[in-house]
């Protein structure tokens, strides 16, 4: 996979994969998604946008489903349950944190690290 050169926006292809990582707000979300827009030749940083997007979206599907279950506990007076339920997301959100900092650590020294299952798609798509 190419991962020297430039990237069409004049970022080196290790910056941009990187910043696909980072996870501030949906700043990687953004850039990631320009980036698989303008970026046609760079594999290297593609494959990485693409699993940052993956990454992102079952991020949101996790998170969503979570808090519909944990309002629909609380809704029927299960607040226990649903005081469990928070607690797991508060652990899967930091699960996800750390697995944004080493994607981007790994990006950063050149290094492709691919994810179960959406690191296989990433690459598939890249």
């Not at 030749?41 to 996790?62: D, E, G, P």
């Not at 979570?66 to 629909?72: C, D, R, S």
């Not at 959100?93 to 690191?119: D, R, T």
């Amino acid at each position: 996979m190419q991962n020297s050169g430039k990237t069409s926006i004049g970022l080196d292809a290790n910056i941009a994969a990187m910043l696909c990582y980072i996870p501030l707000c949906c700043i990687n979300l953004i850039f990631s998604i320009i980036l698989v827009v303008t970026e046609k030749t760079n594999k290297f940083a593609r494959f990485h946008a693409f699993q940052s997007i993956l990454l992102s979206v079952l991020l949101f599907v996790i998170s969503f489903l979570l808090g519909f279950i944990q309002g629909a506990l609380n809704a029927l007076d299960m607040h226990f349950v649903g005081f469990i339920l928070s607690g797991a997301q508060i652990i899967i959100g930091f699960g996800f944190l750390a697995v944004y900092i080493i994607a981007c650590i790994k990006a950063y020294q050149n290094e492709i690290w691919k994810l179960p299952v959406i690191g296989d798609m990433a690459e598939k798509w890249a």
